[in-house]
């Protein structure tokens, strides 16, 4: 790790030796020539370490010792000083600063000491950087998966988390939509508060409309009693609304009416009432297209997508699969009091050849009766449902890593006659050969 070192000194001479000395030590080194510059060069933030003369016009040495460790608490402070003015330089110890030295400076001293400064800021910051990263872990918790496309979704949620923003969370079924939403509650100001999920898909349009904004007593048959609807109990908190492109058009009108003015009344009611909720909406549906049908308003659309995440699909981040497998069967084994200590490679080629259309979802219920059907420590072929294991290995030849290239040919050559039943002129022909090279490169005869 390369650092950048900050040397405020208002004498030229001892400025520019002390930097040519510690860029002989692979530093890079800012200069200053008083306080004042130095306060503002250090302000830019890329300074690692600063050195500082204690007596400077400007701001002394000590004012820029109190500066900079109020903007960066932790950050090494070297301070110079003459020999009538150490009880000074100790004051600035008490004060923060990692260590002085007294004029002229020994400089194998001073690129020890930048040495020791710097090793130890490293490892503050790498403790740092490892309790942002646990955090991050713990917050993403329900969601696995370290694929290029998911950290992508990882840092999409974690900026927009924390913003009044509504968020649309756009995937096929089964993707995960619902733990993004999770997730970002979680991260949000608003995790203390209720998070309250209503499942648009799930009920017909006028118990939607109750189930979102309440009703009056008698407001329709069977209403017997004033009801709460979904807004006012997340009311300070966050609303997911999932299936978002499953509401119908006058349902449509009124949520937009509750986005812009943050006003509804309860069905059947005439009171006006106020709610501060932060929507996050998902839907599977493409809802450009559903505008274009008039099925989806575009106002609302727009109301909605301030921002986007995209979910995506379990066939576009097979990287994940390992990931996703062990924890599904560590889950289930669990659960069902089983000793399985993992899959066999016939069975884990199974898992990767297949598509899942139905993604995650799909997955965790296939490992799941994977494991309820498993009668070893291994789930195998056998174990995992028909259609994920139905023809999952016709058509792939199994190589191991390692193989040089002469074997791996023969292997080729061996399995595809093999699956032509021994038919060798068939054979050729699908790999492009003559019949006599065929022969040649699996017997290893010479021409």
């Given at each position: 790790?390369?650092?950048?070192?900050?040397?405020?000194?208002?004498?030229?001479?001892?400025?520019?030796?002390?930097?040519?000395?510690?860029?002989?030590?692979?530093?890079?080194?800012?200069?200053?020539?008083?306080?004042?510059?130095?306060?503002?060069?250090?302000?830019?933030?890329?300074?690692?370490?600063?050195?500082?003369?204690?007596?400077?016009?400007?701001?002394?040495?000590?004012?820029?010792?109190?500066?900079?460790?109020?903007?960066?608490?932790?950050?090494?402070?070297?301070?110079?000083?003459?020999?009538?003015?150490?009880?000074?330089?100790?004051?600035?110890?008490?004060?923060?600063?990692?260590?002085?030295?007294?004029?002229?400076?020994?400089?194998?001293?001073?690129?020890?000491?930048?040495?020791?400064?710097?090793?130890?800021?490293?490892?503050?910051?790498?403790?740092?950087?490892?309790?942002?990263?646990?955090?991050?872990?713990?917050?993403?918790?329900?969601?696995?998966?370290?694929?290029?496309?998911?950290?992508?979704?990882?840092?999409?949620?974690?900026?927009?988390?924390?913003?009044?923003?509504?968020?649309?969370?756009?995937?096929?079924?089964?993707?995960?939509?619902?733990?993004?939403?999770?997730?970002?509650?979680?991260?949000?100001?608003?995790?203390?508060?209720?998070?309250?999920?209503?499942?648009?898909?799930a009920l017909a349009a006028s118990l939607l409309e109750?189930?979102?904004?309440g009703h009056e007593k008698g407001a329709f048959t069977?209403?017997?009693?004033?009801?709460?609807?979904?807004?006012?109990?997340?009311?300070?908190?966050?609303?997911?609304?999932?299936?978002?492109?499953?509401?119908?058009?006058?349902?449509?009108?009124?949520?937009?009416?509750?986005?812009?003015?943050?006003?509804?009344?309860?069905?059947?009611?005439?009171?006006?009432?106020?709610?501060?909720?932060?929507?996050?909406?998902?839907?599977?549906?493409?809802?450009?297209?559903?505008?274009?049908?008039?099925?989806?308003?575009?106002?609302?659309?727009?109301?909605?997508?301030?921002?986007?995440?995209?979910v995506p699909p379990l066939r576009e981040r097979k990287?994940?699969?390992?990931?996703?497998?062990?924890?599904?069967?560590?889950?289930?084994?669990?659960?069902?009091?089983?000793?399985?200590?993992?899959?066999?490679?016939?069975?884990?080629?199974?898992?990767?050849?297949?598509?899942?259309?139905?993604?995650?979802?799909?997955?965790?219920?296939?490992?799941?009766?994977?494991?309820?059907?498993?009668?070893?420590?291994?789930?195998?072929?056998?174990?995992?449902?028909?259609?994920?294991?139905?023809?999952?290995?016709?058509?792939?030849?199994?190589?191991?890593?390692?193989?040089?290239?002469?074997?791996?040919?023969?292997?080729?050559?061996?399995?595809?006659?093999?699956?032509?039943?021994?038919?060798?002129?068939?054979?050729?022909?699908?790999?492009?050969?003559?019949?006599?090279?065929?022969?040649?490169?699996?017997?290893?005869?010479?021409?």
């Amino acid at each position: 790790m390369k650092f950048r070192l900050l040397i405020a000194e208002d004498e030229k001479n001892i400025r520019e030796g002390l930097a040519a000395a510690l860029e002989l030590d692979g530093h890079e080194v800012a200069t200053a020539a008083d306080g004042n510059e130095a306060f503002k060069r250090f302000q830019k933030g890329d300074i690692d370490l600063v050195i500082t003369d204690l007596w400077m016009p400007g701001l002394s040495g000590e004012e820029l010792l109190e500066k900079v460790l109020a903007e960066s608490p932790g950050i090494p402070v070297i301070i110079l000083t003459g020999h009538g003015t150490i009880e000074a330089a100790v004051k600035t110890m008490r004060a923060g600063a990692w260590d002085f030295l007294i004029k002229p400076v020994n400089l194998d001293y001073l690129s020890l000491l930048v040495k020791q400064a710097l090793d130890n800021r490293e490892l503050v910051l790498k403790h740092k950087r490892l309790l942002e990263e646990l955090a991050q872990h713990k917050r993403f918790q329900t969601i696995i998966g370290t694929s290029a496309v998911m950290r992508k979704v990882y840092n999409t949620t974690s900026r927009a988390a924390p913003t009044k923003a509504s968020i649309l969370i756009t995937g096929e079924s089964g993707v995960g939509k619902e733990l993004v939403a999770d997730a970002i509650h979680e991260l949000s100001p608003r995790k203390d508060k209720p998070l309250i999920k209503v499942h648009c898909a799930a009920l017909a349009a006028s118990l939607l409309e109750s189930e979102l904004f309440g009703h009056e007593k008698g407001a329709f048959t069977g209403a017997l009693a004033r009801k709460r609807g979904r807004f006012e109990l997340a009311n300070e908190g966050t609303l997911f609304l999932d299936e978002i492109g499953e509401i119908d058009q006058n349902i449509q009108i009124k949520l937009l009416r509750v986005l812009q003015e943050k006003k509804f009344e309860r069905v059947g009611g005439e009171e006006t009432i106020e709610t501060d909720v932060r929507i996050v909406a998902a839907t599977n549906k493409d809802l450009k297209a559903e505008i274009e049908k008039g099925n989806f308003r575009e106002d609302l659309y727009f109301r909605l997508n301030v921002v986007n995440i995209h979910v995506p699909p379990l066939r576009e981040r097979k990287d994940d699969l390992p990931l996703l497998i062990t924890a599904f069967l560590k889950e289930f084994a669990e659960e069902n009091g089983k000793n399985i200590e993992g899959i066999n490679d016939k069975a884990r080629s199974c898992l990767y050849a297949y598509d899942w259309p139905g993604n995650i979802r799909e997955l965790r219920n296939c490992v799941e009766s994977a494991v309820v059907m498993s009668q070893g420590k291994l789930i195998t072929v056998e174990d995992l449902p028909p259609g994920i294991r139905a023809g999952s290995d016709e058509g792939w030849i199994r190589i191991p890593l390692g193989t040089n290239m002469e074997e791996a040919e023969k292997i080729i050559i061996r399995e595809t006659v093999s699956a032509q039943k021994g038919n060798q002129s068939k054979a050729a022909d699908i790999l492009g050969i003559g019949r006599k090279t065929l022969h040649r490169k699996l017997t290893g005869e010479e021409e």
